[in-house]
């Protein structure tokens, strides 16, 4: 039975990807620290925070506003975190 947002798979796994991001973008290189290394990781925590925030909320319609912008940000991670055509790791 899910109770909380933390029930989900989805968050669950979204959480394992901020994980990930936090590893990868360590190897990048320091000059993108303010810049795509911040893009990247508010877009990885972007994910669960809006699963969270959806689930929270007491109407479906506003649950599936905030997992479309759960998938936007997904996308966004996706396209911004192409590095390695950039060779960062």
């Known amino acids: ?25 360590v190897n990048f290189p320091k000059e993108e620290k303010y810049g795509l290394i911040s893009q990247i990781r508010r877009c990885a925590v972007s994910i669960p925070s809006n699963i969270a925030e959806g689930f929270m909320r007491k109407s479906t319609k506003e649950y599936i506003h905030f997992l479309h912008i759960a998938w936007f940000s997904w996308r966004i991670r996706y396209t911004n975190g192409n590095s390695r055509k950039i060779k960062f790791y």
């Open 1 to 25: 039975m899910i109770l909380s947002y933390s029930d989900l798979n989805v968050w669950q796994n979204s959480m394992n990807l901020v994980e990930d991001v936090y590893k990868i973008t």
